[in-house]
């Protein structure tokens, strides 16, 4: 009987290893405010400490400098990393960089990989994933209008994205645009990897939002506006063939999916711990907050929310190791929305429990709810997903005979008379 919820000793060794650095080496730089050429001196020997511990870019094979770690091992990485906004980046596996890694492994040339991958791997260059527009329903990626179009022996590129995280410190972008306009929806568009410094493509602006009101130039964690005005690369920039740009999109996003989900649970249970603490301590209306009904059914709600979240999640990864992605669509859908409620009850809260403390900026909770709202949006708003899992789930449906509902009672209780009559006959007959 195959149902086995636990982790391997010498993993668990691992992730016992990972939580004390997390918690002792990477968490104190949260509270510097770091720019960017700032942080990299910080994390460069940490990261170091990573490889040596052969941790390092965990999601790709051995052969690319990985340890070739299924998805559920990943997920249960991710969980820890995800307790800390720095600490994908410090082991080598932050997004979009680890997305699109994977997308350079699998659809890259080798003169590609050895110029775009290996640097990338190795944590000398930095990526961005241009998708969103600001002028086309980002949760729909099939309406683009950024264009590509065939020029001599390359290509010019030219339209506006928005939203492009980390755009700001990347070395690279690897942009998605129209190749096709009349191809099959699905075949319109294909991928590009453009340097951040070619002519013509303009980082306008970081966006100030709600995770970060007053972006200030150079540091981690931007959302760009990016402009590309007859972006010009040659056909060396194109990846996989012309029309495979939705195909390799789709590559990336399963996985990815399940490590947004387990950083969530990483974050949820901080500012879980952070709730506990306080229920044990303040103290109102004759007792500590940990005795009063309601903070209890918080605890508890909290616990209980978090635990489901996470066997969906590794359940979810447990169908992508054994059957494939395609094979998990529901449940990868199911976790992206209910993860994304999970993390902002969880975060409110904990608010809550702190009062004042808990909306100021002495705790993290206050930059951890701000940033949570947008895990309703990134990687596809929920209602899309839900619309997913509704759909899969229809799909084993199927209109009843006369539209009579199957569970009709009356219509039950006949067939059942008919099917039980020459037995009751029998037995009337015998008393
Ligand atoms: C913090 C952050 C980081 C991001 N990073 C990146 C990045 O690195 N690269 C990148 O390309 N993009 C990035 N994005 C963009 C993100 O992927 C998009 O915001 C998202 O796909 C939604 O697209 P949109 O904003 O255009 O919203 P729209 O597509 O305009 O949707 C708006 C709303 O319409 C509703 N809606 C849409 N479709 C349906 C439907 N079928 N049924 C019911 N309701 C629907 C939903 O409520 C949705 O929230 C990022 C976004 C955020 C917030």
Aim: negative net charge; aromatic residues 8%; hydrophobic residues 40%.
């Amino acid at each position: 009987m195959a149902w086995d919820f636990s982790t391997e000793p010498e993993f668990q060794q691992k992730l016992d290893w990972m939580t004390g650095f997390v918690h002792d080496e990477i968490r104190p730089l949260e509270t510097l405010d770091l720019s960017w050429p700032q942080l990299r001196a910080a994390i460069a020997p940490l990261q170091q400490e990573v490889k040596k511990q052969q941790l390092w870019a965990a999601h790709l094979d051995p052969e690319l400098g990985g340890q070739g770690y299924g998805q559920v091992k990943l997920g249960l990485m991710h969980e820890i990393l995800g307790s800390s906004p720095y600490g994908p980046l410090v082991f080598g596996c932050q997004a979009p960089d680890s997305g699109n890694a994977e997308i350079l492994a699998a659809a890259g040339t080798g003169e590609q990989k050895r110029r775009w991958l290996d640097p990338l791997l190795a944590g000398e260059m930095y990526s961005a994933f241009a998708l969103t527009e600001p002028d086309n329903a980002g949760a729909d990626p099939t309406n683009l209008t950024t264009t590509a179009v065939r020029d001599g022996d390359g290509w010019v590129i030219n339209g506006a994205k928005w939203f492009i995280s980390n755009a700001a410190t990347a070395d690279f972008v690897i942009v998605v645009a129209v190749t096709d306009p009349d191809a099959e929806r699905h075949r319109r568009t294909s991928q590009f990897i453009v340097p951040i410094d070619a002519p013509g493509l303009e980082v306008v602006r970081d966006i100030a939002s709600m995770e970060n009101p007053s972006p200030r130039e150079n540091t981690y964690g931007s959302h760009c506006e990016v402009v590309f005005r007859d972006v010009r690369v040659g056909d060396d920039a194109l990846l996989g063939n012309p029309g495979d740009g939705f195909l390799i999109a789709q590559k990336r996003l399963g996985p990815g999916r399940i490590h947004h989900c387990m950083r969530w649970i990483g974050q949820a249970n901080r500012a879980f711990d952070m709730m506990c603490e306080r229920a044990t301590y303040r103290f109102a209306h004759g007792g500590v907050l940990g005795d009063k009904q309601t903070v209890r059914n918080w605890i508890a709600d909290s616990a209980a929310e978090m635990q489901a979240l996470r066997l969906m999640t590794l359940q979810a990864a447990w169908v992508i190791d054994t059957q494939g992605t395609k094979a998990a669509r529901k449940e990868i859908a199911m976790i992206k929305y209910y993860g994304a409620k999970i993390l902002h009850d969880v975060i409110d809260r904990a608010v809550q429990t702190h009062g004042s403390l808990g909306y100021s900026s002495d705790l993290p909770l206050d930059f951890m709810y701000r940033a949570a709202r947008a895990a309703r949006l990134y990687d596809g708003p929920d209602e899309v997903h839900r619309d997913t899992v509704a759909k899969l789930v229809l799909r084993d449906y199927t209109p009843p005979a006369g539209n009579v509902p199957s569970e009709h009672v009356p219509t039950r209780r006949r067939a059942a008379q008919e099917r039980y009559a020459a037995l009751f006959d029998e037995i009337l007959a015998s008393v």
